[in-house]
């Protein structure tokens, strides 16, 4: 895009993909106009962002945004390295009067015209996405693929899913209407009316350190798309991922004749807390957070003149009675449990299997039986350490290497956590899961089974039947919140009591997965990932609801 580029020309470059968007959001089929692929952007596209990576290590990552006071930034890799880069510090009462001046500008601009600008940061954003991808490995500790592809393409997908979601709401009311109503005998009443879609305000993107653009894209560009000019406030030890997206916005902005101020950047000093600062001003009148259930409560409590989104704390189930295909089950789930060393939302934490055993295709198989040949699965998948490493990654930070070491003394250890060495970053700490057997009868497991531990931590919690695995999930999702919840079951009776119980708690199921599609993985345009009904979220990433309270309609009526 030039600096000459008109309104028009970008509606006319993007219009086709937002189609796109809107036709994969209303059927739910597979879309996505992001390679996975790493070998698709270009013969020379890994070296030259590993190189763009590296040039950034050191510097000063000036945004030339208003009201910076201090320059601040203490990123250090999961895999050792420091990355030495300062970030601008902000003057709040400078920043945000400022970013609220450009709103006007932005609001005039329309929905189709947001849409359209919002799909070329999205684009400049995935042609660097090897850059990105670097910057996210060595924030959150996800290896280099999971780094690539969740970090890079699939957080871009969900951004864009949040830019169709945001233009359909917006557009569902006519921008004009002629109003007639007749009088009889006498001339009828005429009104000319018009519908604006106006912004709430500044909206506020508290980031997270484990997925920092796939977690912060949909809220990032639900309110950018919808009028309100967007403060992005990242996780202290994942501000880069967030800083790059900030400088393409702003760059795409400026370039497109719109102030660059609707996108910014605030990074705290240690120990700030301006994430509490920022969410109690006047000027900030939407939230979008993911993080720790204390402070997504404290934000839902006082951040009163915000629209708040919250993605929080879940304990994630999967209810085992029955399998067709046994060694498909088991690979599976070792594979979700695997996964970025269980550092994610959606990563299952309590397997709920009858202490008399399941019916398999293999033949009967006890609850010691399953569990032992669980582990078993977990230590093939990971019994080599190149794809150890390739599929765990790094541990985020010592609070997670802790929970390890303190799940172990729960109950019997049936899987004990090993350590990995990794060659290439040799101060990087990664750790495979640990399965630890628990009774669903005792008392005193309940502390542990009923909170969530993040990371590598499985209970496998032995009940006395299934109608008693189905009692415990419900329980678990009303009282703890849940992202996701599984089941294996060949019993169509066993089916519909789980899938009664998630439809009722309002919580995600997945039913028999033992092939390449695994619980903790959702599909931007055709999956919802979490429901808005359960304590682990307020929201869905996307839905109608996840835009529509981001702006209001404002009418006007003129006598036609």
Same mark, same amino acid.
């Given at each position: ?12 470059? !993007? ?23 790493? @070998?698709?952007?270009?013969?020379? +596209? ?67 015209? /947001? ?14 996405? !090897? ?20 970090g890079g393409p699939h957080a ?11 233009y359909e709401e917006q557009t ?42 796939? %977690? ?110 046994? @060694? ?5 789930l070792a594979f979700s449990l ?58 985020? %930070? ?15 250890? +049936? ?15 990664? /750790? ?14 309940? +502390? &542990? ?15 006395? +039947? ?69 304590? &682990? ?24």
């Open positions: 895009m030039t600096a000459e580029m008109t309104a028009a020309q970008l509606v006319e470059k !993007h219009r086709p993909t937002l189609d796109k968007a809107l036709d994969a959001i209303r059927t739910r089929a597979y879309w996505s106009p992001h390679p996975e692929h790493p @070998k698709a952007y270009g013969e020379t +596209a890994p070296q030259d962002g590993l190189a763009a990576f590296e040039a950034l290590r050191g510097t000063r990552f000036a945004l030339d945004q208003p009201g910076t006071d201090d320059w601040v930034g203490e990123e250090v890799s999961p895999y050792g390295p420091e990355l030495g880069i300062t970030y601008p510090h902000p003057d709040v009462s400078v920043l945000l009067p400022a970013m609220r001046a450009a709103l006007p500008v932005w609001r005039e601009a329309g929905p189709e015209v /947001r849409a359209a600008v919002c799909l070329e940061i999205l684009a400049r954003i995935s042609a660097r996405t !090897h850059e990105f991808a670097q910057a996210v490995m060595h924030t959150s500790g996800q290896a280099f693929m999971m780094a690539f592809q969740a871009q997908d969900r951004g864009l899913e949040a830019v169709a979601y945001a569902r009311t006519p921008r004009q209407a002629a109003w007639t109503k007749p009088q009889g005998k006498r001339d009828p009443l005429e009104l000319a009316k018009t519908f604006t879609p106006v912004p709430r305000g500044v909206a506020l993107v508290i980031g997270c350190n484990t997925f920092p653009t796939w %977690n912060g894209y949909p809220g990032l560009f639900a309110s950018l798309a919808t009028g309100n000019p967007v403060l992005v406030k990242p996780h202290p030890r994942a501000v880069l991922p967030l800083a790059l997206t900030v400088q393409v916005a702003r760059e795409v902005l400026a370039e497109a004749g719109f102030p660059a101020d609707l996108v910014c950047l605030a990074v705290d000093r240690p120990g700030e807390g301006l994430a509490k600062t920022l969410a109690l001003r006047p000027e900030v009148r939407i939230i979008d957070y993911t993080g720790s259930t204390a402070f997504g409560d404290w934000l839902e409590e006082h951040a009163r003149q915000a629209q708040v989104y919250t993605e929080k704390a879940g304990v994630n189930t999967v209810v085992i009675e029955s399998t067709g295909d046994y @060694k498909g089950m088991l690979a599976n695997s996964l970025y060393s269980g550092q994610m939302c959606t990563t299952p934490q309590n397997l709920l299997i009858p202490r008399g055993g399941i019916a398999t295709d293999a033949g009967p198989k006890s609850y010691d039986e399953v569990v032992s040949d669980l582990a078993g699965a977990v230590s093939g998948l990971l019994g080599d350490d190149a794809r150890a490493n390739a599929l765990l990654g790094a541990i985020v %930070n010592p609070q997670v290497a802790a929970r390890i070491e303190e799940a172990a003394g729960f109950g019997e250890v +049936a899987l004990a956590s090993r350590e990995v060495k990794n060659p290439e970053f040799p101060e990087a700490t990664v /750790r495979t899961p640990v399965i630890v057997k628990l009774d669903g009868s005792d008392p005193e497991a309940e +502390a &542990a089974y009923l909170s969530e531990c993040f990371g590598p931590v499985a209970f496998a919690v032995a009940v006395d +039947a299934v109608a008693d695995a189905v009692a415990l999930l419900r329980r678990t999702v009303r009282e703890k919140g849940a992202m996701t919840v599984g089941a294996y079951t060949t019993s169509p009776e066993v089916e519909r009591l789980v899938e009664d119980a998630c439809l009722e708690e309002c919580a995600q199921l997945s039913l028999n997965l033992t092939g390449g599609v695994y619980v903790n993985q959702t599909a931007a345009f055709s999956d919802f990932h979490g429901s808005g009904g359960n304590p &682990a979220a307020n929201a869905v990433l996307c839905d109608g609801a996840f835009v529509a309270n981001r702006f209001r309609t404002v009418e006007v009526r003129r006598e036609g």
